[in-house]
């Protein structure tokens, strides 16, 4: 796991990572940091699967005291970072973690601004694909312990696919973490089975297909519900035999 926890003006740039028991990157604000860059890479096969076997089982001298609830993780990034740019990169064949139902492949996760944690404005999400994630393909809820919400403006969402999830394309999983500023504009949000891509929760949840969010916020514009078409559809589990065949 790579944990950048109070990095400035850092950058991750053309890698590529498979973690079939774990997430792969956090990036976490520690009091001003932020500014970092997440670009050209590709996550393959990451997060654990809760039907193989973990490397913690049986192992009374590493981990004396593992327990399923220590395996996995929500997700393969987590972002909890101010001006963090997640640009170009590849996520597919994600695998379910924990199974929170909020998990995403990628995920946004806001903290209590009486933490260390102070604000997680200004991210760019931009040109980035993922696909086939056993959750949901993108996330956004807060800590639970969260009650004076840190600030949470001006993150734009351009030109991504959020395809091929067993969950969703974008789950919103707390309404107390205000979207108002945010923008999403030409992206590509679809679902293998139908036509609902969309989970905004609150009061009253609501699953939503791409015309009713546009319906009802000038902030969605030109995005589409449509499945992508690859030149090649490669699973996980493909690529885990033959690696040279994801191109």
Not at 33 to 52: A, K, T
Not at 193 to 203: A, F, Q, S, T, Y
Request: overall charge negative; hydrophobic content about 30%; glycine content about 6%.
């Amino acid at each position: 796991i790579i944990s950048m926890r109070g990095t400035s003006r850092s950058a991750i740039r053309r890698c590529s990572f498979g973690n079939p028991w774990d997430r792969v990157l956090i990036i976490t604000e520690r009091g001003g940091s932020g500014n970092n860059l997440i670009e050209d890479n590709i996550f393959i096969d990451c997060e654990w699967d809760p039907s193989d076997p973990h490397p913690f089982d049986n192992n009374p001298v590493t981990h004396p005291t593992s327990s399923p609830s220590n395996r996995g993780a929500n997700g393969v990034v987590r972002i909890s970072s101010p001006r963090t740019i997640f640009r170009n990169n590849i996520v597919v064949g994600s695998n379910e973690g924990k199974g929170e139902e909020g998990a995403g492949a990628v995920h946004l996760t806001f903290y209590d601004a009486s933490t260390p944690f102070i604000n997680a404005d200004n991210c760019r999400f931009l040109h980035n694909t993922i696909h086939d994630a056993r959750k949901n393909c993108f996330s956004v809820f807060r800590n639970q312990a969260v009650e004076d919400l840190v600030s949470a403006l001006d993150i734009r969402f351009l030109n991504n696919s959020f395809s091929g999830a067993d969950g969703f394309a974008y789950y919103h999983r707390d309404d107390d973490v205000d979207i108002s500023s945010w923008s999403f504009r030409k992206n590509r949000f679809s679902h293998k089975d139908r036509d609902v891509v969309l989970k905004i929760d609150g009061p009253n949840p609501e699953e939503r297909t791409i015309a009713d969010q546009e319906a009802i916020s000038q902030r969605w514009t030109d995005n589409i519900g449509t499945d992508p078409v690859f030149s090649r559809s490669v699973r996980a589990q493909e690529i885990d035999t033959d690696p040279s065949a994801f191109k």
